[in-house]
């Protein structure tokens, strides 16, 4: 029986590893990859034992993009009919971008090799990404004739800033990871070997995090990207006052006062 596309293991500390699982085609998004990348991030909002997510590639790719194996994304002008949501929604993709935006938990790119087109839309939905020395990171989709899609003209000016991101996707070029964390592109660069063992320690210290206000947080950010300052100041302390009458909170700062490690329940 074979492998599925999409490999899931989650630890006794609440890590959801998931690994795309494509290597001979450096993990080309298939069908299988992106439904159970979106299930395991709706799951993250009813989940307790999730507290963060990793993403990585199994083999010497993160992420090539689309499958083009059978043609693609490509639509001839004489093809078949659509699927009534396809011209209604026109989402495209969208459906798992927005269950990753939509997600409870910090989540972690874990970028060991290429990540380019789609596969590069997918990382910049991480909050973190932690790349290999090996990585290398870009839209390479105006060398296909296309514009960029996968969320990537979304994340990227807010990464790197509208001029650079102008220029990186006039130009398809893929960036070595030095490069990518120059410009922000990537939090760190590590070496390829140790990739995991840092990623997951890295996770191991969110998921001993307190989970409501990592989920709290991460909602924060997700809402400053479009809100006007004055509906950002209401969510914001309204989000803290909530955060404020836990035991998290409770705990958090008696461990502070007793100069000790808190132990958070997420209650």
Same mark, same amino acid.
Request: no cysteine; net charge positive; hydrophobic share 45%.
């Given at each position: 029986m074979p492998e599925p596309d999409l490999l899931r293991e989650l630890t006794d500390d609440g890590v959801l590893l998931l690994t795309l699982n494509r290597p001979e085609t450096m993990n080309a998004i298939s069908g299988g990859i992106s439904a159970g990348l979106a299930a395991a991030a709706r799951e993250s909002k009813t989940n307790d034992r999730i507290?963060?997510?990793?993403?990585? %590639?199994?083999g010497r790719g993160f992420c090539s993009g689309a499958d083009l194996s059978t043609g693609g994304p490509v639509r001839s002008a004489g093809g078949g009919p659509r699927p009534?949501?396809?011209?209604?929604d026109k989402l495209g993709p969208g459906d798992l971008l927005l269950a990753l935006a939509d997600a409870d938990v910090p989540i972690i790119g874990a970028i060991n090799g290429a990540a380019a087109g789609a596969g590069f839309g997918l990382a910049l939905s991480c909050d973190?990404?932690?790349a290999s020395d090996q990585a290398r990171l870009g839209s390479v989709f105006i060398r296909r004739g296309v %514009?960029?899609?996968y969320g990537s003209s979304y994340w990227l000016p807010r990464l790197v800033g509208l001029a650079k991101a102008y220029e990186l996707f006039y130009s398809g070029e893929l960036l070595d990871a030095k490069a990518a964390l120059a410009i922000g592109l990537v939090n760190r660069v590590v070496p390829h070997e140790t990739l995991m063992d840092e990623t997951m320690a890295y996770a191991r210290t969110i998921a001993a995090g307190p989970p409501l206000a990592y989920t709290y947080t991460r909602r924060a950010l997700m809402r400053s990207i479009d809100d006007d300052l004055r509906t950002h100041l209401v969510f914001e302390w309204t989000q803290q006052s909530e955060l404020l009458s836990t035991a998290d909170a409770r705990e %958090?700062?008696?461990a502070f006062l007793e100069r000790r490690a808190p132990r958070f329940s997420g209650a």
């Open positions: 507290r963060v997510i990793v993403i990585t %590639g199994n009534r949501s396809a011209t209604v973190v990404r932690i %514009g960029p899609d %958090g700062f008696a």
